[in-house]
């Protein structure tokens, strides 16, 4: 069965992908997490690490954002090389070239989430996933999972990231 691994909350994982997301860097704490050695991640998508717990349509928000060239914070279950899990919170942003703000690739920089709002967005995820597994396409999974997390945030009258730092800073959903 699957457990659940940590990391101290002085720590951060961080990788850096190109423009395809394949990993061209990973820090020690990254590997070390993972349980993945640097030639195992090297060149491979960071999906690698893809928990099938994570709704795809936070995923589409993640990579709609960066790719737009704006930084974003999600909270992310991830899959170490063994089936074990750990949760971050990513702070996700595109890597721009500093002469031409072309986008050459991405940095992600993961840290100990607030554990009351892994508790939390366990919730939420599980109903986005439910969604997302009606439709046996995956594009219409997406297009529903999404629309039922924007009608959340309208009701709520924030943003995702403002949710997530919300939830960060210990409020409840």
């Given at each position: 069965?699957?457990?659940?691994?940590?990391?101290?909350?002085?720590?951060?994982?961080?990788?850096?992908?190109?423009?395809?997301?394949?990993?061209?860097?990973?820090?020690?704490?990254?590997?070390q997490?993972?349980?993945?050695?640097?030639d195992?991640?090297?060149?491979?998508?960071?999906?690698?690490?893809?928990?099938?717990?994570?709704?795809?349509?936070?995923?589409?928000?993640?990579?709609?954002?960066?790719?737009?060239?704006?930084?974003?914070?999600?909270?992310?279950?991830?899959?170490c090389?063994?089936?074990?899990?750990?949760?971050?919170?990513?702070?996700?942003?595109?890597?721009?070239?500093?002469?031409t703000?072309?986008?050459?690739?991405?940095?992600?920089?993961?840290?100990?989430?607030?554990?009351?709002?892994?508790?939390?967005?366990?919730?939420?995820?599980?109903?986005?996933?439910?969604?997302?597994?009606?439709?046996?396409?995956?594009?219409?999974?997406?297009?529903?999972?999404?629309?039922?997390?924007?009608?959340?945030?309208?009701?709520?009258?924030?943003?995702?990231?403002?949710?997530?730092?919300?939830?960060?800073?210990?409020?409840?959903?």
């Amino acid at each position: 069965m699957a457990q659940e691994v940590f990391f101290s909350e002085h720590e951060f994982i961080v990788s850096r992908t190109d423009i395809r997301g394949k990993i061209v860097y990973a820090n020690d704490t990254f590997l070390q997490v993972a349980g993945y050695t640097e030639d195992e991640l090297l060149g491979r998508p960071h999906s690698i690490i893809r928990h099938v717990d994570m709704p795809r349509c936070v995923f589409k928000l993640l990579w709609d954002t960066i790719q737009q060239g704006k930084e974003i914070l999600a909270y992310v279950k991830n899959e170490c090389k063994n089936g074990d899990y750990y949760w971050v919170l990513a702070y996700v942003t595109a890597d721009l070239d500093p002469r031409t703000s072309v986008i050459n690739g991405y940095f992600s920089v993961r840290r100990v989430p607030n554990r009351s709002a892994v508790d939390q967005i366990e919730s939420l995820y599980a109903q986005l996933r439910e969604v997302e597994s009606q439709h046996a396409s995956k594009v219409k999974g997406i297009e529903a999972s999404t629309k039922v997390l924007t009608d959340l945030l309208t009701a709520r009258g924030v943003t995702y990231a403002e949710l997530v730092y919300a939830l960060q800073s210990g409020a409840v959903l």
